[in-house]
C-alpha cells in the first residue's frame, strides 16, 4: 500500500481533518516494522509504551482469561494502536496486540509521541477526534454484541470481510461470543441460503 492510500483509511480515524503538517509529523517520526502472521506487536507482560499504527494488515487485541484467549479488538490498515496499560500507567501489557498474517506497521516510541503532542496543537485535536472515535466504535460493539448471533456474525461479513479472511475461525469466535461450532452452522446456514 502506498502512502496516499495509507493516508486515505488514518483520514478517516479522526473527524478533524489529517492535513499535511500531522501526516508529516507522524510518517517522519515514525519506524517501520514488520511483523509475520501470530507474532505479537505488544505482549502480555511486556512493557512497550509506543504508539502504533497499521499501514498493512490486521490485527487482534486480546486478553488470556483462564487459561482462554478473549478478543476484545481488530485493528485494520489506519488503525492507531497501544496497550494503553503500558502507555498510560507505564505498567507491562495486560492484553496482547498480534499479527493477524503479515503487517507493517509504523511505530512511535512513548517519549518521541508526547514530544509531538507538546509540539503540534494540530496534531492533538486530530488525536484527540481519533479517541472520541475509539469510543464510539465500542458503543456501536457494544450494540452489536446484543444482536441475535447470525446478525453479528452477518454484520462482520458484510462490513469488516477482512477480518474474515484473515483471522483464524477461533479468535472470531471469541470476539463474537459464540463457539466455533456455532459460526459453522451459521456459516452453512448463510451458504445454503444463497
Known sequence: MNLSEFRKLLEGESPYPLNDEIFNLIIANSETL??????????????????????????????????????????????????MHCYYANKPSILCIEACNQCEIFHIPHKRFKELLDESHELCKWLNGALFGMQYFQEVKS??????????????????????????????????????VHISRIRKDIYSED
Not at 498493512?56 to 487459561?67: A, K, S
Not at 490498515?77 to 497501544?82: D, K, N, R, V
Not at 483471522?167 to 471469541?174: E, G, M, N, T
Request: neutral net charge; contains cysteine.
Open 34 to 83: 514488520h511483523f509475520g502472521k501470530g507474532e505479537a506487536i505488544v505482549d502480555i507482560g511486556e512493557t512497550k509504551p509506543g504508539i502504533y499504527i497499521i499501514k498493512e494488515g490486521v490485527v487482534r487485541g486480546y486478553i488470556n482469561e483462564d487459561g482462554a484467549e478473549r478478543n476484545h479488538y481488530f485493528g485494520l490498515s489506519g488503525t492507531i494502536l497501544a496497550s
Open 143 to 180: 450494540k452489536i454484541m446484543n444482536g441475535d448471533s447470525s446478525w453479528r456474525y452477518k454484520w462482520l461479513m458484510n462490513c469488516r470481510p477482512e477480518i474474515l479472511q484473515a483471522v483464524p475461525l477461533k479468535a472470531i469466535a471469541s470476539y463474537l461470543g459464540m463457539s466455533e
